[in-house]
T-cell receptor, first 114, second 113 residues
Framework: KAGVTQTPRYLIKTRGQQVTLSCSPI?????VSWYQQTPGQGLQFLFE???????NKGNFPGRFSGRQFSNSRSEMNVSTLELGDSALYLC?????????????FGEGSRLTVL | SQQGEEDPQALSIQEGENATMNCSYK?????LQWYRQNSGRGLVHLIL?????REKHSGRLRVTLDTSKKSSSLLITASRAADTASYFC?????????????FGAGTRLAVHP
């Protein structure tokens, strides 16, 4: 069974640009969560999607958005990039609709904003 | 916001020694999970302990949960250099019809050969 796949693995952008990151969950998993990880702030929850609906959102500005498609694949978008958006963005899927089980993480997308 | 707080923030030990990491949380939980992260990689699930369980083992890992103190500990016995990683606790709390998982800040473990 393939794991969680995130693309791209590495990318470099400049301030003001936008970026789209993609996450393909494990087959059969309907819930996808996104996290931002930085050395200073640690692991911060961005949002969670379940069956194409955002059901939980972290404390991030509106520049951060996401969506989930009918095949459970998810994308997140960051517009008007700032230097502080440089981070490892992690996606995780879970096979439990109740969210009570373990998360399966991808390897992350490392974003550098110059 | 982070519910779990790991202690210590960093831990340095020699191979063969045991490593103990602690996690405290604030609200009632359904379960508590421990994850491991190698530098720059994704997190890997280690073990899940439910709120009605007090202790759980998996290989060299032992997790305890004290819901009265709202705390958990992860013990790695006979550590190896390959155990060097960051370890995170995450609490699952039921709210709004489903469980929300919140991660702590993590403990960085360094195991020296």
């Amino acid at each position: 069974k393939a794991g969680v796949t995130q693309t791209p693995r590495y990318l470099i952008k400049t301030r003001g640009q936008q970026v789209t990151l993609s996450c393909s969950p494990i087959s059969g998993h309907r819930s996808v969560s996104w996290y931002q990880q930085t050395p200073g702030q640690g692991l911060q929850f961005l949002f969670e999607y379940f069956s194409e609906t955002q059901r939980n959102k972290g404390n991030f500005p509106g520049r951060f958005s996401g969506r989930q498609f009918s095949n459970s694949r998810s994308e997140m978008n960051v517009s008007t990039l700032e230097l502080g958006d440089s981070a490892l963005y992690l996606c995780a899927s879970i096979n439990s609709g109740s969210g009570a089980g373990e998360l399966f993480f991808g390897e992350g997308s490392r974003l550098t904003v110059l | 916001s982070q519910q779990g707080e790991e202690d210590p923030q960093a831990l340095s030990i020699q191979e063969g020694e045991n490593a103990t990491m602690n996690c405290s949380y604030k609200t009632s939980i359904n379960n508590l999970q421990w994850y491991r992260q190698n530098s720059g990689r994704g997190l890997v699930h280690l073990i899940l302990i439910r709120s009605n369980e007090r202790e759980k083992h998996s290989g060299r890992l032992r997790v305890t949960l004290d819901t009265s103190k709202k705390s958990s500990s992860l013990l790695i016995t006979a550590s190896r250099a390959a155990d060097t990683a960051s370890y995170f606790c995450a609490t699952a709390s039921f709210s709004g019809g489903y469980n929300k998982l919140i991660f702590g800040a993590g403990t960085r473990l360094a195991v020296h050969p």
